[in-house]
């Protein structure tokens, strides 16, 4: 009995720490002129990539199916929190902001393996290289999105 | 009266059958490994839900089936932790439930560095008939398992494990190490094991199609893991290790499968561990939950 109830505390403190932590996240939805914009500090991350890595080219800039791969791999594993048009979500900013889209590609890459572990953003590395430069070529591949248009319903999942 | 394990094993499997038929899936990405950790977390307000199985062989005795389910939540990008339910069926002897554990992964720095430290810190309550093998540590060995479940259930443990993950990613392979250090809260010495593995996917760039059976969602590689005694008397004497490739298949789907046989390195093993598993990663499970509270919509 003692077990029982051990478990059963267990199971509730685990619970209780979860929504705690996920009070301040919301799942993937767009944003809408009602909402906040996201803080345009979070894009300062970007400015932390070292020189060298800020330098790094793309080996897979002339490579014709890299877009196509990126996009497959952005849907399964950056547009949940991203939104589906990487417009961004309450959990994450938008990587169609001018800040992302005219970071050179190494800074992307260099985001995408570190993280920014301290604000949600998880460290990346276990895809490995080929398929982050992948993912580079698709997010510099969608442009920039003005803000009115991130209102488009047609943006909305 | 209905049993703990029953109770808890039937609570994990509602638990389960819930989140399955409402919430989205992810893509998962898992390591092949059973017993070796890399310095990978869980992604932010996800919920990986995973089944896991170890056949065992057992010489001068009956053979075992033991399995656990797996409950890891992504809490922040440098915390993950997990609840396991542990039970085991030895043949021609009967089938127990044989304890819990709460484990908590932290991710002490910022960024991605060659060699990646991970601090784990795990409380297991179990007993002693606990057969999962899902470490090797101070001088288990084969022999300890010829105990009746009758017995071994009478014996109760209260552990603390400590183990540092060094992780590192190169050129697609990923190598790890762990170190052990564990406490039995009773009147016990500190026992240390270690485990090694190696893996990397078998294509390194994605495919520019959707795909099941394409090379990049397969990861194959090796770990090895064994004990390393205690304070007492540390040292490979009286010790176990095993030998065991990994594979692991990620389904675009969400679930991931995963198969290991482990081979017995000396005669304190087992001579054969088959161990297999069957994952499925859930997104938003945080934000779910969140407004199951009334949380913002």
Redesign the interface.
Known sequence: MKGTAAAFALCVCFLAVSVALAQGQNPGKPFTGAEPKYDPAVYDELQKAPKKARERANPLENDADAVAAGAILFEQHCAECHGKSAEGSRKAPSLRASEVQNATPGTLFWLLTNGVVRKKMPVWSKLPEPQRWQLVRYIKSLGVLAPAAAESPALKP | MVS?GR??LL?ALWLFLLLFCTVPP??A?E?PYFVAY????E???NLEIEYFSTFGTQRGGNDFHAYWAE?E??????WT?E?Y?DGQTTFNDSTVFTG?R?ENRF?PL???HFINPIFYVEYE?KNGADKILKEGEGHDVESDFLVSNAEARKEHIHEIELKLILSS?F??W?FTQNTLAAKNLSNSPWEFGYALGASR?LA?????Q?CTFCP?NFVAGVEMYGGLGDRRSFGLHDTAHYLAPVLAWNL?SGWALRVSPGFGLNDNSHQFLMRWGVSREI?????M??RL?G???
């Open positions: 703990t109770l808890a609570g992810a893509l990405q390591s890399d310095h990978y977390l992604e932010p307000g409950f939540y992504g809490v922040t990008a440098w932790t609840i339910l819990f709460w991710r910022k960024h991605e309550k990613t050129k697609g990923n996917p390194l760039k994605a495919s520019a959707r990049q675009p997104t938003g499970f945080g934000s939950v969140s509270f949380g913002r919509k």
